[in-house]
């Protein structure tokens, strides 16, 4: 059974920084396109970063420069490291792979940009 469990939202001040992680079971990360999605309370789902299974990365524009995804091929975790946080980042982040005819989504793990 395929799981991916995600870590490490909170509530962080703006210009603040989170770390995500998104462990996976089941699957190999490096055999899949990883990515980070996030869905604000009223608004539809969107792509936030993505890794491919060659290490090719690709971000939303809103969060280019601020934002780095990563993988842990050892761990077999995927990490979104968020700096300079804005109040418009606040949603929930989910974790996904897609390969091999599948896809797979995490639970989410909310995220609050706040003072």
């Known amino acids: 059974q395929v799981q991916l469990v995600e870590s490490g939202g909170g509530l962080v001040q703006p210009g603040g920084s989170l770390r995500l992680s998104c462990a996976a079971s089941g699957i190999r990360f490096r055999s899949y396109t990883t990515g980070w999605y996030r869905q604000a309370p009223g608004k539809q789902r969107e792509l936030v970063a993505l890794m491919t299974s060659s290490g090719s990365t690709n971000y939303a524009d809103s969060v280019k420069g601020r934002f780095t995804i990563s993988r842990d091929n050892a761990k077999n975790t995927a990490v979104l490291q968020m700096n300079s946080l804005k109040a418009e980042d606040t949603a929930v982040y989910l974790c996904?792979?897609?390969?091999?005819?599948?896809?797979?989504w995490g639970q989410g793990t909310q995220v609050t940009v706040s003072s």
């Open positions: 996904n792979a897609v390969g091999w005819g599948t896809e797979y």
